[in-house]
Each structure stands twice: as structure tokens, then as C-alpha cells.
């Protein structure tokens, strides 16, 4: 017999993440992970190499949230440090991210190893799995239970550390394969099909309904339901609504889309769940968002119906009125099929009266918001949903949109409503998710431009927003992938100076202003495009200049701060330090 053909665990690390069907590898290149760097040339996989190791893991979390298939975040052992508030963004939204780290020698574990770090356990509340290989001979093992466990119920991201001398050593590359499972290559998750008298009770409930609405979370994206979702709104008649911070479930076009389920960014949401009989939440969680499934945003009379497809989303919802476990698109066929049956009677008149609503909220807010940006005070500055509205008015129908910020954010999402309503039809949308975390913008841009090169990706972000996150526009530049990035410069974190100025006695704000940075300068400086917008009527021809012109840019617009409705709904003077 010829004698085994023995490889470093780095290189075992890759060939068992390649065989998972993971395309791309995000990371900032160290000492630590030379051997799975090496592994992953020879595999020929894609790695980008990022300027920090948050950046590279937004970039990991934005290509995983676009594509639905999990990237590789992999950063040294003090790179994971940097790497944690990624973890947190991919933990809160669900997104499959697999973290691994190369990590101080496991021969001296807890004897002060060169940049020893516990990893292990600092990653375990933001993950769904975090463990340390220990052997090399099972590294196959643990990225198979890993990837699994990610996709797998309630998606999320998970954790691997793989210690340097690990790393560094040579074992035989068929290591581990003796051993069940043989077939080590992606699988399709498994999804949970609803118990058949529990599904019925639910469809019962539906057939009484008067006045049902469908609300639409994360697990309807992970699971690949939305066009379900879509087909059960427009066909059954029934208003959709989808949480807050997930906003791209269904197309702009969809006569059943109302809004988010937000009744401080979209008003008419509070009308359809205060007259709401039965109220159909799937593939979300009862949370702050939520108002816990709470009154006054779910009043007592509304019987409130979770269906999740997992236990552990059915453990969190223990609110609702009735659980059901069914994988999201399961559900919706059930209900798109008991749509077509006799004892589906519901009239059109609620799903009309839903429409309505919300075109006349999109006049009287488009109308709201003319007259205030004419009053004297404002100066003929530029208001924050005007200038969303006209970067959506440059961009084209499949266009990618990426939003940033605090008020920048709450006026963009309000903004695609309206420009929704109004016809437009975005490819897709991304921005921070549950924690709200700034300075996501610029790698999720990057990561659309990444797999949807021939659309257009741009880029809204506050200039708070940028100054977190923009050192990783180096990457489009890197990549060429070129993309355009509207600043909304306001001066300052204007969303938390206007909660300062309703709390402090005296009316003021404090340490939230910037000086006037030049960020087109930047652009210029880096290789890339860059103007400066100081008029509305010089917004759109900047956009499509921009866009026009091949390069990354930046269109910096300079703008009036104003209170977003969210903040100022939530925010009471002397009484409330901050969004509840």
C-alpha cells in the first residue's frame, strides 16, 4: 500500500468547507491562518481580504443574508475581538455565518499562549454553536456538525476555533472519514410539516376570521417562502405586513403588501391591529417589535396565531394565543390551498379598506412632508425622506438599495414604502437588523455588488454611519466593485441628539456633532467619483451621474437633521432616555 497523503489541518479545514459548497471566504489575513489560506488557494475559493475583521464579517453576514448559503468569516485570535459585533449583527437577523477563528496553540491552553483569547466562550451567547477543535483527525466532524446545526431550525450563525498547532500539523487527508456520516457534502435543511389537528385548528380559526391579517418575519426569508406569502395575501385577501428591520419580503408590486408592522413608521398599521379579529404572525419573534404580543399593539381581543419553524422560535413566542410548528412555506400552501375551498368565505371589503389606507397615508405623508421642508426655518435645506425618495427616483427597476444609519434609516424605510406605492421595484434591500448596529452600510453594498453585478448597489448611510463602518469601502475599490454611496450628512448623530434635546432640562444636545467632512474628497482621493449636493434638485442628476460613471461613489448630500416619527414617538421630554 502507498503511503497516506498527509495535509495541515488548515488545508483540512478548507477541503471540509469546500465540500459544504461554501463559495466565499471573508477575512483579514494573519499569521494564524496561513495554512487554512493556503487550503483555501488551493480549492480555489473565493477570499476577500478585508481591512478589519468586522468588515469582513458584514461582508460574510450580507453575501450569507443575500444568497441564503452560509459564508466563512475567518480572522486571527485577536481579529476575533474585532470580529464580535459582526457576530452580533449575524445573530440577531439569523444569518447562517460560519465564524473561524485560528486560535492560540491548544498545548498550552491557559498558560498565556501569544494572543491566547477564550474565543470559545465569548462567542456562545451570539451563536447557535461555538467549540474549540481539539483534534485534528475530526475537523471534517466539527465543520459537518457546525454547518448543520447553522441552517438547520432556527437558523444562525456559528463558531469555530481551530487552535494554531492544529492548524499548523499534518494529518492524513481522508482523516475522520471512516466514520458515519460518509457523505459529508451540503444537504438541504430539514423543516418541520405541521401536525395535521393542530394545522386545522389554525385554518378554522382562519375560516371564522373577519378581519385576518399575515405578518411576515425572518423565517419566511431563510426558508425561501416569500413568494407564498405573496400568493396567500393576493389570493386570500388578506393584508400583509412585515416586521420592522426585515423589510424586503415582497415586491413593491404586490397588491397585498400594506407595510411594515410599525405603527410609528407606517401609521395605518395600528388601525389594522386594533380592528384585527385574527392576526397571523409567521416566522417572527414576539419581541421589543413586537411589543412582546402585548396591548396596546396587539389589543386583547385579537386572537394572535405564531406558526415558527423551529422549537426554539415556538419556546420564544409563548405569548401567542396558539403556537403551531410548521416550516413557513409549509403553512402558507396550507393556506393558499384552504383558500380555494368552500370554507373560505372571507369577503374583499377588509383587504380593500387596508388599501386604501395606505394610499392615503402615502398622500398625506408625501403632502406633510412637502409643507414642512417649505416652512422658513428650513431654510431650503434638503429633508432626510426627500432626499430617499430622489436617490430612489435615479436608481432602476431591480436596483439593489442598502440603508445605514438611525434616522437615516427610519426615513429610508418609510421612503420605500411610498416610492413602492408609487411603482418602483427594487431587487432587494438591506440595512442593520435587530441591535440597529451602525456601520454595516458599506459592507453589505459591497456584498450586493458581489453577487448581483449587473444591478446597480446603492449605498444610503448617515455620516455617523459611514464614520463606523467606511474604512471598508476599500474593499469595492479592491474588488472593483464599484458602488454609490449617498451620504446623508446632517453634522452629527442627529438621532440621538434629538432624544438629548426632549430629555435634557435644558433643551440642548451634547457630544453628537461632527465638523463638515468632505467625504466626496474621499472618494476622489481613494481613485473613485465624488460630489457635493447642497440643493433637492441636484440630488438625482448626482445619483445617476454617479452610477453612470463606473467607479465607487459618493454623492454627499447635505441635509437637514429632522425627527424621524419613530423617535419622536417614542421619545417623551424628562420622561424617556431613549427608544423603548
Not at 20 to 31: D, M, P, Q, R, W
Not at 503 to 529: K, Q, S, V, W
Request: proline fraction near 5%; charge should be negative.
Amino acid at each position: 500500500m502507498g503511503e497516506v497523503k498527509k495535509i495541515r489541518g488548515g488545508a483540512l479545514l478548507a477541503r471540509a468547507l469546500q465540500e459544504k459548497g461554501i463559495e466565499h471566504v471573508f477575512t483579514l489575513s494573519g499569521g494564524f491562518c496561513n495554512p487554512a489560506l493556503e487550503g483555501f488557494m488551493e480549492c480555489q475559493m473565493k477570499v476577500i481580504n478585508c481591512p478589519h475583521e468586522q468588515v469582513a464579517g458584514h461582508f460574510a453576514d450580507g453575501h450569507t443574508r443575500i444568497t441564503r448559503k452560509p459564508a466563512v468569516c475567518l480572522v486571527g485570535p485577536e481579529g476575533f475581538a474585532n470580529a464580535v459585533p459582526a457576530m452580533m449583527e449575524a445573530w440577531g437577523e439569523r444569518s447562517p455565518v460560519i465564524f473561524v477563528t485560528g486560535s492560540s496553540t491548544l498545548k498550552r491552553q491557559g498558560s498565556g499562549g501569544f494572543k491566547e483569547i477564550d474565543d470559545v466562550a465569548i462567542a456562545e451567547p451570539l451563536t447557535k454553536y461555538s467549540a474549540s477543535i481539539t483534534d485534528g483527525e475530526r475537523i471534517s466532524e466539527f465543520v459537518d456538525r457546525a454547518y448543520k446545526m447553522a441552517i438547520n431550525g432556527y437558523p444562525g450563525a456559528v463558531h469555530l476555533s481551530l487552535p494554531v498547532d492544529i492548524m499548523f500539523s499534518s494529518f492524513a487527508e481522508d482523516s475522520g472519514r471512516e466514520e458515519r456520516p460518509f457523505d459529508r457534502t451540503a444537504h438541504l435543511p430539514a423543516k418541520a410539516w405541521p401536525e395535521p389537528a393542530r394545522l386545522s385548528m389554525v385554518l378554522d380559526r382562519l375560516a371564522a376570521a373577519k378581519r385576518p391579517v399575515l405578518i411576515g418575519g425572518h423565517g419566511v426569508w431563510w426558508s425561501g417562502a416569500e413568494s407564498y406569502l405573496e400568493e396567500a395575501g393576493r389570493k386570500l385577501g388578506i393584508p400583509v405586513f412585515n416586521i420592522p428591520y426585515h423589510q424586503k419580503l415582497l415586491g413593491e408590486e404586490c397588491e397585498a403588501y400594506m407595510g411594515l408592522a410599525d405603527i410609528h413608521q407606517y401609521h395605518p398599521s395600528k388601525d389594522a391591529f386594533a380592528e384585527a379579529d385574527l392576526v397571523l404572525m409567521v416566522g417572527a419573534r414576539l419581541d421589543n417589535q413586537m411589543n412582546f404580543g402585548n396591548p396596546p399593539l396587539f389589543p386583547q381581543s385579537v386572537d394572535l396565531v405564531c406558526i415558527n419553524g423551529s422549537h426554539e422560535e415556538i419556546d420564544f413566542n409563548r405569548a401567542a394565543d396558539f403556537a403551531l410548528l410548521s416550516d413557513p412555506g409549509a403553512f402558507l400552501q396550507a393556506v393558499i390551498a384552504f383558500g380555494e375551498s368552500a370554507d373560505f368565505t372571507l369577503p374583499r371589503d377588509w383587504f380593500d379598506l387596508n388599501r386604501q389606507r395606505r394610499a392615503e397615508w402615502v398622500a398625506k405623508m408625501s403632502a406633510d412632508v412637502d409643507a414642512e421642508a417649505g416652512q422658513p426655518e428650513f431654510g431650503g435645506r434638503i429633508h432626510p425622506l426627500h432626499l430617499a425618495l430622489d436617490v430612489q427616483t435615479a436608481m432602476g427597476d431591480g436596483d439593489w438599495l442598502v440603508i445605514d444609519g438611525g434616522n437615516t434609516h427610519f426615513w429610508s424605510e418609510i421612503a420605500v414604502n411610498l416610492a413602492g406605492f408609487n411603482g418602483r421595484k427594487l431587487g432587494g434591500i438591506l440595512h442593520p437588523g435587530t441591535f440597529s448596529l451602525l456601520g454595516v452600510g458599506v459592507s453589505f453594498a459591497v456584498s450586493a455588488k458581489n453577487v448581483h453585478q449587473d444591478s446597480n448597489v446603492v449605498l444610503i448611510s448617515g455620516d455617523g454611519a459611514f464614520l463606523s463602518g467606511g474604512l471598508s469601502i476599500e474593499a469595492a475599490f479592491q474588488e472593483n466593485r464599484p458602488i454609490t454611496v449617498v451620504i446623508d450628512n446632517n453634522g452629527g448623530l442627529d438621532c440621538i441628539s434629538q432624544q438629548q434635546e426632549r430629555l435634557f432640562e435644558n433643551g440642548t444636545h451634547y457630544a453628537t456633532d461632527f465638523r463638515d467632512i468632505p467625504f466626496h474628497t474621499m472618494f476622489e482621493g481613494l481613485g473613485g467619483h465624488g460630489e457635493l449636493v447642497t440643493r433637492r434638485e441636484d440630488i438625482i442628476p448626482a445619483v445617476k451621474r454617479a452610477m453612470a460613471s463606473g467607479k465607487t461613489a459618493c454623492v454627499n448630500v447635505k441635509v437637514k437633521g429632522v425627527i424621524s416619527p419613530i423617535v419622536l414617538a417614542t421619545t417623551s421630554k424628562r420622561d424617556k432616555a431613549s427608544i423603548e
